[in-house]
Nanobody, 126 residues
Framework: QVQLVESGGGLVQAGGSLRLSCEAS????????MGWFRQAPGKEREVVAA????????YYTKSVTGRFTISRDNAKNTVYLQMNSLKPEDTAVYFC???????????????????WGQGTQVTVSS
């Protein structure tokens, strides 16, 4: 079994920053493709960012490009999401997700990911 545990969420004012962390444990595929998703109240879950096995390829949804940065430390089995210039519309529960392999493809699709964390709340006040 694979466990993903997110941390780093909280309440921040618009324009502020937060860094989310996601630590993987258990029987993980070594260095899988990882992603961050979010779900705002009343809305569907959407992809935020994804990162390839070695960290050399990244993907961002348009609304966060230039403000968010995804990175990973494979020695620590941890992926990060640095969020800068936060806006009220970034308010959501943020989920970490991992594929069961290192394939880079369909990284924006929830169905491509095999494991999910429990989520961490990010609230941005105006």
């Amino acid at each position: 079994q694979v466990q993903l545990v997110e941390s780093g969420g909280g309440l921040v004012q618009a324009g502020g920053s937060l860094r989310l962390s996601c630590e993987a444990s258990g029987r993980t595929f070594r260095q899988p493709t990882m992603g961050w998703f979010r779900q705002a109240p009343g809305k569907e879950r959407e992809v935020v960012a994804a990162i390839s096995t070695g960290g050399g390829i990244t993907y961002y949804t348009k609304s966060v490009t230039g403000r968010f940065t995804i990175s990973r430390d494979n020695a620590k089995n941890t992926v990060y999401l640095q969020m800068n210039s936060l806006k009220p519309e970034d308010t959501a529960v943020y989920f970490c997700a991992a594929r069961g392999d290192a394939i880079w493809g369909q990284q924006a699709s929830q169905s491509a990911y095999d494991y999910w964390g429990q989520g961490t709340q990010v609230t941005v006040s105006s």
